[in-house]
């Protein structure tokens, strides 16, 4: 399945258990050369109190708490609303026509809840990273269930995040490594936005880095909501008042469906 080109590997297991997930198995069935090829693993599992639990491996085989376009694509293969529960805690999904729309839980921007190694103001980080024409720098803090760092500025194009997304994620400032969001204000209610995902790379579309990157130009007091979120990929639409929890809505597909050895990727 995709979220606008963010693609995945689905394993269903809500009724049929699978083989133990490993980082070695997941990060052997998201190799695009010799493996099924994705960029994160979702796979689906009972859960003790809600309708199920939904686990996200990135294409590097670690699991982390959150994915937003995994979080549509899920709504859309279960068929009807639910709540269900993930690392970052419960979402509820609801499927449209062509996609979903999913209430993502309230953001959190406590130092401790990104979180970051030590105490620091997350509206304004007075922390940057050099570049060749200038620093990337003063970015805000948000955890949307998994952690992000957003840079507002003039021209998202013009940051060579191929090369900064690396060495941001993996600073000692984040000890669980952190999502990089680079952002430039197309209109009011308009943003366009470039992802480099921890774990996976520089990605066509992050649904929870759309959220973290409205929400971040929001309270920065640049758009109004609801914002459109401009992606390689394509668009999200991002609704949050402060204080509320985040709606997420965009399309989500099938791509195919099939079957593969488990012990050839053990």
Do not use: K
């Not at 999913?102 to 509206?123: K, Q, S």
């Amino acid at each position: 399945m995709h979220g606008l080109g963010n693609d995945f590997v689905v394993l269903d297991a809500r009724t049929s258990a699978l083989p133990t997930m490993t980082q070695g198995v997941a990060r052997a069935l998201a190799d695009r050369r010799t493996g099924i090829g994705c960029d994160q693993l979702i796979l689906l599992e009972p859960d003790d109190t809600h309708a199920f639990r939904m686990r996200i491996f990135n294409a590097d085989g670690g699991e982390v708490e959150a994915c937003g376009n995994a979080s549509r694509a899920v709504a859309l293969l279960h068929g009807a609303p639910v709540t269900i529960a993930t690392g970052g805690g419960p979402i509820t999904l609801e499927p449209t026509a062509g996609g979903a729309r999913v209430d993502m839980g309230a953001p959190r921007f406590e130092w401790d809840a990104i979180p970051l190694a030590y105490p620091m103001d997350t509206f304004s980080m007075p922390v940057g990273w050099p570049m060749d024409n200038g620093a990337l720098e003063s970015p805000m803090a948000v955890n949307v269930g998994n952690p992000h760092v957003i840079f507002l500025v003039d021209d998202a194009d013009a940051v060579p995040l191929d090369a900064l997304g690396p060495v941001i994620e993996h600073d000692p400032l984040f000890p669980e490594r952190v999502n990089v969001n680079v952002a430039s204000l197309v209109a009011p209610d308009h943003l366009r936005l470039r992802v480099w995902e921890r774990g996976a790379g520089l990605t066509r579309a992050c649904g929870t880095g759309a959220c973290a990157t409205a929400v971040a130009a929001i309270r920065r007091g640049l758009v109004q909501s609801p914002v459109r979120v401009t992606l390689p990929g394509g668009d999200l639409d991002i609704a949050w008042a402060p204080g509320g929890t985040i709606m997420m809505s965009g399309p989500a597909a099938e791509s195919f469906r099939g079957t593969f050895d488990w012990d050839e990727y053990a």
